[in-house]
C-alpha cells in the first residue's frame, strides 16, 4: 500500500486539529452551531480514520483470499469519515447503516464475474454517500455490470486490451478547467465535430470552445476537474492522465470513487459466501476474471485513501 496518503491522513490524529477542521467545514457548509458538532464528532471523525487504516494495512499483510473483505470495510470506514463532514448527524436512522448494494443470486455455473451486477437500494451507505458527499440523486434501483465498472478505472486498461484487443477509454488533456479530446475520440463516437459538441454540452455540461488543430476543446466545472469527484473524467493515479469512455454509451456518470465502492462490495461478498467459485478461480487460474480482481484489488488499495484525502484537502 502506499503510506504517503496514511501520513497525510493521519494529520487529522489530533482532536484539537479535527476540531477546528471541521468547524473550518461546517462553517463553510452553511450548519447551525458548527463548534457544537465539531466538538461532538471530532473524536468519531478521527476513530473512523484510524480504524480504516487498520483495516488497510492488515490487507497489505493478507493473502488474497481475504483482502477484498478487510478492504471494503476500510473502504466504509474512510466513507464514514466524510460523510461525516456533509452530514454532522450521521447516522440520523438506522436505515444508512447497511450497505445500500445488493448483488444478484449467482448461477454456480458457467459464472463470468464480469457479467455479473450490483443493483444500488434505496436506502444504507451508497445512496448516501452519493446523496451527501456528490449531490446526486435518482440513482436508486440502478444496476451496474462488473465490466461496465470495471472499464472506467484507467489503471485496468492495460487489462482490458490485452485480453479483447479493444480500448475503452480514450486519452485526453486537462489542463485547469479546459478539456482537450482528440479528433480521434470524436470519429469513435461516431459523430460530427458540432453533434459532438452538442453532446458533451447536454450530457457532461461541457462548454464548447473551439477546434483547435485536431483537437476539440472544452470548458468544464470544477467538480469535473477534480479527479475524486469527477462523474465524467477518468483519472490515471500512476501516470497523472485524464480519459473518456471509448463509446457515448460507456459513460457512467457516476465518481470513481462509487464505482470502486460498488465493484468491491461485490467481490467481498464472493470472498465471503462464494467460497467454492472464490477459491477455484484464485488456486486454478481459471478465468481471466483472476488478473481483472487480483488487479483492482491492488489498485483499490492505493486508489480509495488518495481520493478521500483529497475529497478532504479542499476543506483545509
Not at 481475504?66 to 438506522?94: E, N, R, V
Request: aromatic share 16%.
Amino acid at each position: 500500500m502506499r503510506d504517503l496518503e496514511w501520513k497525510e491522513l493521519a494529520l487529522f490524529y489530533s482532536v484539537e486539529s479535527s476540531q477546528k477542521f471541521l468547524d473550518k467545514v461546517y462553517t463553510k457548509r452553511g450548519i447551525e452551531e458548527p463548534k457544537r458538532y465539531a466538538f461532538k464528532n471530532s473524536e468519531r471523525f478521527i476513530f473512523f480514520i484510524k480504524h480504516a487504516e487498520s483495516f488497510y494495512k492488515q490487507a497489505s499483510l493478507s493473502p488474497l483470499e481475504i483482502k477484498p473483505i478487510l478492504l471494503f470495510y476500510g473502504m466504509s470506514q474512510l466513507l464514514k469519515a466524510c460523510l461525516i463532514t456533509t452530514d454532522p448527524s450521521y447516522p440520523s436512522h438506522a436505515s444508512v447503516l447497511a450497505h445500500g448494494v445488493t448483488a444478484r443470486k449467482r448461477k454456480k455455473q458457467n459464472y463470468c464475474f464480469r457479467e455479473d451486477e450490483v443493483k444500488v437500494q434505496r436506502n444504507g451507505l451508497c445512496i448516501h454517500v452519493m446523496k451527501q458527499l456528490f449531490g446526486m440523486s435518482g440513482l436508486e434501483e440502478e444496476r451496474y455490470t462488473m465490466k461496465k465498472l470495471l472499464t472506467a478505472i484507467p489503471e485496468l486498461r492495460s487489462v482490458f486490451y490485452f485480453q479483447e484487443r479493444k480500448h475503452w477509454i480514450t486519452k485526453v488533456e486537462l489542463n485547469d478547467n479546459l478539456i482537450s479530446v482528440p479528433e480521434p475520440a470524436v470519429i469513435h463516437y461516431n459523430m460530427s465535430d458540432s453533434r459532438f459538441a452538442e453532446y458533451m454540452n447536454h450530457h457532461l455540461n461541457w462548454s464548447f470552445l473551439k477546434k483547435d488543430k485536431n483537437r476539440l476543446i472544452f470548458h468544464i466545472d470544477q467538480k469535473d476537474s477534480q479527479p475524486w469527484s469527477s462523474p465524467n473524467l477518468l483519472y490515471h493515479l500512476e501516470k497523472n492522465e485524464y480519459y473518456i469512455p471509448a463509446q457515448r454509451d460507456q459513460f457512467l456518470h457516476l465518481p470513481e470513487i462509487i464505482i470502486h465502492y460498488l465493484v468491491l462490495y461485490n467481490v467481498g461478498m464472493i470472498a465471503r459466501y462464494e467460497t467454492e467459485w472464490w477459491y477455484e478461480l484464485l488456486t486454478q487460474h481459471v478465468s481471466d476474471d483472476y488478473v481483472i480482481i487480483r488487479q483492482f484489488l491492488e489498485i483499490t488499495e492505493r486508489k480509495f485513501p488518495y481520493y478521500v484525502f483529497n475529497f478532504l484537502e479542499q476543506f483545509l
